[in-house]
């Protein structure tokens, strides 16, 4: 499911002890170090939603005037295609703070280039409540890396 808002059902299964795991990103490229990392963010509970920035917060990042390079829509819909990722929603904002206030998750997951204490969402994660979790990375993927190998090999 790809919306711009927090799709019902979730409160359904909040409602009946069901545990949310929220995470957010770009998802520029999708590879096999993002399916693994999302795959181990869904094992943390029953359903798992992913924030993704839109075309316009990916701009704001600072990743480059080029970036992102597949549209929104288009990253949602492959995010959505993958059998870990039970909803997606696109934000505008830098940062997933008013989205995660929605969707209220009991566990908020990010990739292991991240530092708790040096994230915005943690304040917000101790604020409802949600747990925080960093998963490691799978080694040899990087999106950025990616992107530097397409454009150092192209005529």
Not at 51 to 78: C, F, I, M, Q
Not at 105 to 119: H, I, N, Q, S, T
């Amino acid at each position: 499911m790809t919306a711009r808002e927090v799709p019902d059902g979730l409160k359904a299964l909040q409602e009946g002890g069901g545990r949310v795991v929220f995470t957010n990103g770009c998802f520029d490229l999708l590879h096999p170090g993002h399916v693994a990392y999302l795959e181990s963010a869904r094992a943390l509970g029953d359903a798992l939603v992913v924030g993704l920035n839109s075309d316009e917060s990916v701009r704001g990042l600072g990743k480059g005037p080029d970036r992102p390079l597949v549209a929104e829509g288009d990253r949602a819909a492959v995010l959505g295609a993958l059998r870990a990722v039970d909803a997606v929603v696109v934000f505008d904002e830098r940062t997933p703070v008013r989205l995660m206030r929605e969707v209220r998750p009991a566990v908020y997951v990010k990739g292991g280039d991240y530092r708790v204490e040096d994230l915005p969402e943690a304040e917000v994660a101790d604020e409802i409540g949600a747990e925080v979790r960093i998963i490691p990375f799978e080694p040899g993927y990087s999106t950025s890396d990616l992107v530097r190998k397409i454009r150092s090999s192209s005529p």
